[in-house]
Nanobody, 118 residues
Framework: QVQLVESGGGLVQTGGSLRLSCVAS????????VGWHRQAPGKRRELVAS???????FYSDSALGRFTVSRDAVKNTVYLQMSNLSPEDTAVYYC????????????WGQGTQVTVSS
């Protein structure tokens, strides 16, 4: 089992920045990647950024150039630094863990709300 706890969400104005944190615990030795997803009201959940072993990163088109995913192995924490935020970024942000050999993210946090005001 892997437990994930997100924090750092909140209300920010257009153009502002936020840093989300995802603290992982449990059986981490099989975790291959951690991804940040978001879901806005009425929309499908989407993967915005991920980081996998070897520090390889992925960004969606909407996140590229504005978001940065990183991790602190000592703290078992993955961060999502978001800048130049717009109202379109308003959503609940979730981090999730992908285990070695799995095709889907199997462990999810409870989510943290990000609201960007215009």
């Amino acid at each position: 089992q892997v437990q994930l706890v997100e924090s750092g969400g909140g209300l920010v104005q257009t153009g502002g920045s936020l840093r989300l944190s995802c603290v992982a615990s449990g059986r981490l030795q099989n975790v291959y990647a951690v991804g940040w997803h978001r879901q806005a009201p009425g929309k499908r959940r989407e993967l915005v950024a991920s980081i996998r072993r070897g520090e390889h990163t992925f960004y969606s088109d909407s996140a590229l150039g504005r978001f940065t995913v990183s991790r602190d192995a000592v703290k078992n924490t993955v961060y999502l630094q978001m800048s130049n935020l717009s109202p379109e970024d308003t959503a609940v942000y979730y981090c999730a863990a992908l285990e070695i050999g799995s095709r889907q993210y199997g462990y999810w946090g409870q989510g943290t709300q990000v609201t960007v005001s215009s």
